[in-house]
C-alpha cells in the first residue's frame, strides 16, 4: 500500500502565498514522478505542475512563474509554494504520484486525499 498525504492548504487573500507539501509512504521502491492537480467547482481536474524523478518539470500555462515545485527524495515529499495567488487558483489541490512498488514491476497513479486553497478577500 501506498499512501500521499498532502498538507498546507487554506484561506489567503489575493497576492498571498502557501506552500502545500505531499509525503509519500508505504511500499515504494521507486517514484518515478510527483506531481500536482487541482479541480475547481464544476471544473474538471487539472494538471498544475509534475516533476519527474530527473528533476524535469511542465508547469501549467496558468501558474507559470508564480508556483514552484521542488522535490526532497529523502523522505519522497515534493512541496509547491504558490506566489501571487489568484481567485482564479481556488480548488482542491490533489498530489498525484508515479510509483513502483516492486523492482521490475509496473508503475502505478496515486492520489491524495486533497486540500482546500481558498484564495479571497
Known amino acids: 500500500q501506498v499512501q500521499l498525504v498532502e498538507s498546507g492548504g487554506g484561506l489567503v487573500q489575493p497576492g498571498g502565498s502557501l506552500r502545500l507539501s505531499c509525503a509519500a509512504s508505504?511500499?515504494?521502491?521507486?517514484?518515478?514522478?510527483m506531481g500536482w492537480y487541482r479541480q475547481a467547482p464544476g471544473k474538471q481536474r487539472e494538471l498544475v505542475v509534475i516533476i519527474t524523478n530527473g528533476g524535469s518539470t511542465n508547469y501549467a500555462g496558468s501558474v507559470k512563474g508564480r508556483f514552484t515545485i521542488s522535490r526532497d527524495n529523502a523522505p519522497n515529499t515534493v512541496y509547491l509554494q504558490m506566489n501571487s495567488l489568484k481567485p482564479e487558483d481556488t480548488a482542491a489541490y490533489y498530489c498525484n504520484a508515479l510509483i513502483r512498488s516492486t523492482p521490475g514491476g509496473p508503475s502505478r497513479a496515486y492520489w491524495g486525499q486533497g486540500t482546500q486553497v481558498t484564495v479571497s478577500s
Open positions: 508505504g511500499s515504494i521502491f521507486s517514484i518515478n514522478a
